[in-house]
């Protein structure tokens, strides 16, 4: 049973918007903490925003004002709404606990921005 499992990435024009999704499975799935990363080839992985189970968010710089990361705890799925897409936020979107991400990678979802 894959724990993590991305979608929603798509291929949008610069300045477009696109939401992905985040599906835990497992019973009794319990997380703090949840964030959003991102990998572009040849690149480190990096942390995009992270939710708590209190609904307490943090952004990196490079996003704060465009995405938003968001929760329904009940049906464990973890959101990021991304507006005001740039060519540089072409990656490899992932979820995964944070700030430690522990939980096996899921195998992500791909966003490519066109200039």
């Not at 990435?9 to 918007?17: I, N, T």
């Not at 952004?59 to 049906?75: H, L, P, Q």
């Not at 606990?97 to 966003?111: D, E, F, K, S």
Request: net charge positive; aromatic share 8%.
């Amino acid at each position: 049973q894959v724990p993590l499992v991305e979608s929603g990435g798509a291929l949008v024009q610069a300045g477009g918007s696109l939401t992905l999704t985040c599906e835990a499975s497992g019973r009794g799935f319990s997380i703090n903490t949840m964030g959003w990363y991102r990998q572009d080839p040849g690149k480190q992985r990096e942390q995009v925003a992270t939710i708590t189970r209190g609904g307490r968010t943090t952004y990196a710089n490079s996003v704060e004002g465009r995405f938003t990361i968001s929760k329904d705890n009940v049906k464990n799925t973890v959101y990021l709404q991304m507006n005001g897409l740039k060519p540089e936020d072409t990656a490899v979107y992932y979820c995964n606990a944070a700030p430690v991400p522990h939980i096996t990678w899921g195998q992500g979802t791909q966003v490519t921005v066109s200039s």
